[in-house]
């Protein structure tokens, strides 16, 4: 039996994938579980244009996170905290470098800042934004005292 996956299934096939399975499995499991659709031929084509939209939708927001990128390739910033014989007082955590960029124009979400270490001193550090698994970027983090 002809089926249009309704969503990715491990080891079936991904989202709008056309996929011929067992009828048992199609009518006992699949479509009660709204997983799949018989794929007719009007189906088959709500699907391709379903496929072609989210293309579509993931390259612009692909295009978007590279010009990100490039805005954030060698950008350095500064951030200033209270601090003793160039000890902080606390750290200087991804909010607070959320918090700096979003003053510049630039929203970065949080969990998309790494950082390797805790930053607890006085200096400059190399911080990396993930913005997808294959966009990454570099910029610099000055700390000054207060």
Do not use: C, H, W
Not at 93 to 105: D, F, Q, R, V
Not at 112 to 136: P, R, W
């Amino acid at each position: 039996m002809k089926i249009i996956l309704l969503q990715d299934i491990k080891n079936l096939g991904k989202k709008g994938d056309v996929k011929e399975v067992a009828e048992g499995y199609a009518q006992n499991f699949l479509m009660p579980k709204k997983l799949a659709e018989i794929a007719t031929e009007g189906a088959i084509k709500k699907a391709e244009i379903q496929k072609e939209k989210e293309k579509s939708a993931k390259m612009a927001e692909m295009e978007e996170l590279k010009n990100l990128a490039n805005k954030l390739k060698n950008k350095k910033i500064s951030i200033s905290a209270k601090e003793k014989g160039g000890k902080l007082f606390g750290s200087i955590t991804a909010k607070n470098i959320e918090a700096e960029l979003k003053k510049e124009g630039l929203n970065i979400l949080p969990s998309s800042i790494i950082i390797k270490e805790a930053i607890k001193k006085v200096g400059e550090y190399e911080i990396e934004i993930k913005l997808s698994e294959e966009i990454k970027e570099k910029i610099r983090v000055e700390i000054k005292g207060a």
